[in-house]
Structure formats: C-alpha cells, structure tokens
C-alpha cells in the first residue's frame, strides 16, 4: 500500500473524520430513514400515506420534547410493524428519554428496524458497536451493518467501508475495495471521499495512476468546499502540462 506523503495532514484529516463518525450514532434527534436513496425527511413533499402522517405526528411530538406522548405513539406505531417508529423508539431508549429507559430495548428496536431495512438504524448499529456503545467493540457486527446500509445507498456508511478496508479495521486491508467505496461516497457528493479518492488516483494506491481523473475528484472537493483541494488542482494541471509539453 502507497503511504501518502501527500499535502496532506489533509489525507490523515479525512480518515480520522471517517473513523470519527463512530462517535456520534444517535445524538440527532430521531428522525425519517435518510440513509436509503429518495428516503424523505419529515416535511418534504411526499405521497399522502396514513402510516408516513402518523410517524410524522409521533416525530413532532418528539421535537415538542413531548416525551411520554411521543414513546406512547412510536410505541403504537412500533406494533403496527412501522421501522421508522421502531428506530425513534429505539433511540429514546438509547438516549434515556423513554419513561424507562433500557438500553437492551433499545439496541432490539434498532436491530428490528435495521433487518427491516430501514438504514438509518443500519448505520447506527455500525457506529454503536464499532464505538462501543452496546458494549464490548464488535468490528464484525459493526461492518455487517454497515455493508448493509452501504449497499442500500448510505454515503456514511460507502465512507465507513472505504475507511475500513483502507486500515484492515475490521475488513480485508484491501486499497482497491476502499477505493471502490470511496468512490461510491464521492460520487454521493461526500468532499471527504472525493479528497481521498483523488489523492488515492495521483499516487496509484489502490487504482491504476491517473492524473486526470485525481484532477477530477480534486476539483469535485474544491467545488464542495475543501480549501486544499483548489491547490492540489493548480498542481495536477502544472503536471499534466509538463507532461504534453513538446520537449
């Protein structure tokens, strides 16, 4: 594997934001499944759907800090099979806002939500059992969770694979799989994932060398924001002019 001398405390920067994400598995309030592609949020535009109506009462409920109220109807919702109520509920367990919180309960509602497909929870079971949070750390759980979420569409979870098989923490030490997943959340518009998919391209660490396509991912990070990324551009260019310069 190439070590990246890179610019780049940059390189080292993202991987250790990657493994940060283990950290903070549910300190958002509970909220729709975001994971998945086209999943909606409470408020966007949406089909009429009585059970989507009634998780969207339960969630504002929720934000009116209306505690009680709010297990009692994600509770009702939770026996009707709803995923996304089994995931608040879950959450409130976790988080100690049921009126008793078991944190058991919780990681089973979760669990529930996940296997039901709901990836958001799949996520969460990543970060909590790759974080320690359920208790002892479990890589093989936490990656079962997040491959599921990843193949469902989750750019934390395409980043979490990426970052895991780069390291050998918990997958294959496997720079081509994480350059597979990498580019998968750079092409989710993840700047982290585009700076490193780049930086994996100009060195040939995982993927055959090629300066045009490190510009292209370079240049997608400058455009979301990363403030190296326009001078690792400014390079590639100087390079790749050199390169075609008549000698």
Do not use: C
């Not at 086209?38 to 989507?52: I, K, N, S």
């Not at 969207?56 to 009707?80: H, P, T, W």
């Not at 990836?119 to 208790?135: D, K």
């Not at 060195?203 to 990363?226: E, H, K, M, P, S």
């Amino acid at each position: 594997m190439v070590s990246h001398t890179v610019t780049d405390a940059r390189w080292i920067r993202y991987v250790l934001m990657a493994l940060a994400l283990t950290v903070g598995a549910w300190d958002s309030v509970p909220a729709q499944d975001a994971g998945a592609p086209g999943a909606g949020r409470r408020g966007a535009p949406q089909a009429a759907d009585p059970t989507q109506q009634a998780v969207d009462r339960a969630v504002a409920i929720y934000e009116r800090r209306e505690f009680a109220r709010a297990e009692r109807a994600f509770g009702s919702l939770v026996a009707r099979g709803v995923p996304a109520a089994a995931y608040n509920l879950g959450v409130m367990h976790l988080r100690g806002e049921a009126a008793h919180p078991d944190p058991r309960a919780g990681l089973r509602l979760l669990t529930r939500a996940a296997e039901q497909g709901f990836v958001t929870a799949q996520v969460a079971l990543g970060q909590g059992w790759e974080g320690g949070r359920f208790g002892p750390v479990d890589l093989a759980a936490a990656q079962h969770w997040y491959r599921r979420a990843a193949v469902a569409g989750s750019v934390e979870a395409q980043l979490a694979m990426g970052t895991a098989h780069y390291l050998g923490r918990g997958e294959t030490k496997d720079a081509a799989q994480a350059a597979n997943w990498y580019r998968e959340a750079a092409k989710g518009g993840d700047v982290g994932a585009q700076y490193l998919l780049a930086s994996m391209y100009e060195q040939g660490d995982g993927v055959a060398r090629d300066l045009r396509l490190a510009r292209y991912w370079y240049d997608a990070a400058a455009r979301n924001g990363d403030d190296a990324a326009p001078l690792k551009v400014r390079e590639i260019d100087a390079r790749l002019e050199a390169a075609t310069r008549p000698p």
